[in-house]
Structures are given as C-alpha cells and as structure tokens.
C-alpha cells in the first residue's frame, strides 16, 4: 500500500497570499497518478487536480500542481475566502487506492 | 449536472449488516466507474471499493474484503454496498464517487453522503 504524507499539517496564511502544499509518497507513484481535493466544512471532497497536474473541469487556474515519483505540490496562487479549506492527495497508481492526511489551510 | 444521493445509513449493532444506496443522474451512468468512500468524523477519506462499468470488475480495501460487496445496477442508474459483520471502526460517512475507468482512478464527483453509525 502506498503511504502518502501530507505537510505541513496546517498553513496559516492570509486571503491573497501563496498557499504551497506537500504529498509525499511511500514509494513512487505510477505515471504520476495523484490527485488533489478541497473539501469545505460540512462538505464532500471536490477534485481539483488529476494527473499530477490537470485541473479538473471549472478549477479555477489559481490552483495547480506538480510533481512525479514520490513528490508532488498543490500551489493556490492567491487565496481566496472559500479556499480556506482541508485538502487531500490522493494516488491511483496502485490498488488500494489510498488518501493523504490532509493539509488544513486557515486564515491567519 | 451529475447528481449523486445516498440513502440507507443508519445506527447498526455491531455485527449486523446494512445496504446503502447511490441514485445517480444527470450523466450516462453505464459509461463510469463508480465507487464508495468513507470518512470517519475528522478524519481523512478512506477509499472502500470500486466497480467498473459492466461490473465486470470490483476491488476492496483490505479493511472491508470479505465483508462488503459492491454492485450497481445500470438500468436503474444505481450503486450498491452491501455490508454485514459490520464493526464500530466502520463508523463513517460513506460517500458514493463517480470514477473514470476499471476499478482505480480519480473521483470528479461525489454525493453528500449517508452516516453509517455502529455502536452497541
């Protein structure tokens, strides 16, 4: 199974600032298969990325990503209110499909 | 738009079982994968299983392998989770995410959710 860890725990940023998340992978991921997701309080998850660095349809192009093998980043541009969120990478590279710990990106 | 709603949760004994449900809409339902996640309060998802489209194919996490059985009906535009021999550790919100192809991949939507509660 493929261990993803996410850093830092929580950001603590200010709305307009740059947002840069971290997802580290056990071991590499096949063909870069990692995907990103915002969820809100009270929410479900919503993708934001796929494929390491596609944005899903109607993501803004504040959000983008990067990465391959074992190291992958989520950057936001500039915050927004509704950003202020958890996020989770996740890989399906390999069965079982598995999710970070999540990142906690809250206002400062 | 893609609509995806869960029904069937509920509080359980432990040990016993449950069939949640996913009406989906708004998309060709027999042309996705589909699959259930859950997320236990204030944790992190945990993918639980997935189906392909003709249901040719399923894949379970180990946690529930032998326990729960996915199914879908393309007719009617619905997925299944049949689950027994529940246990207190499977106390989430199970959601219903739609996939891309064969058993793996992103979830580009997903439903609101239904609270499977296991307690004694």
């Known amino acids: 199974e493929i261990v993803l860890t996410q850093s830092p725990g929580t950001l603590s940023l200010s709305p307009g600032e740059r947002a840069i998340l971290s997802c580290r992978a056990s071991?590499?991921?096949?063909?870069?298969?990692l995907a990103w997701y915002r969820q809100k309080r009270g929410q479900a998850p919503r993708l934001l990325i796929y494929n390491a660095s596609k944005r899903a349809s109607g993501v803004p192009d504040r959000f983008s990503g990067s990465g391959s093998g074992t190291d992958f980043t989520l950057t936001i541009s500039r915050l927004e209110p509704e950003d202020f969120a958890v996020y989770y990478c996740q890989q399906y590279g390999s069965s079982p499909l598995t999710f970070g710990g999540g990142t906690t990106v809250e206002i400062k | 738009e893609v609509l995806l709603v869960e029904s069937g949760g509920g509080l359980v004994q432990p040990g016993r079982s449950l069939r949640l449900s996913c009406a989906a809409s708004g998309f060709n339902f027999d042309d996705y994968a589909m699959h259930w996640v859950r997320q236990a309060p204030g944790k992190g998802p945990e993918w639980v299983s997935g189906?392909?489209?003709?249901?040719?194919?399923?894949d379970y996490a180990d946690s529930v392998k032998g326990r729960f059985t996915i199914s879908r009906d393309n007719v009617r535009n619905s997925l299944f989770l049949q689950m027994t021999s529940l246990r207190t550790e499977d106390t989430a919100f199970y959601y219903c995410?739609?996939?891309?192809?064969?058993?793996?991949?992103?979830?580009?939507?997903w439903g609101q959710g239904t609270l499977v509660s296991v307690s004694s």
């Open positions: 071991q590499s991921i096949l063909n870069s298969y």
């Open positions: 995410a739609r996939g891309i192809s064969g058993t793996t991949g992103w979830f580009d939507s």
């Open positions: 189906i392909n489209w003709n249901s040719g194919r399923t």
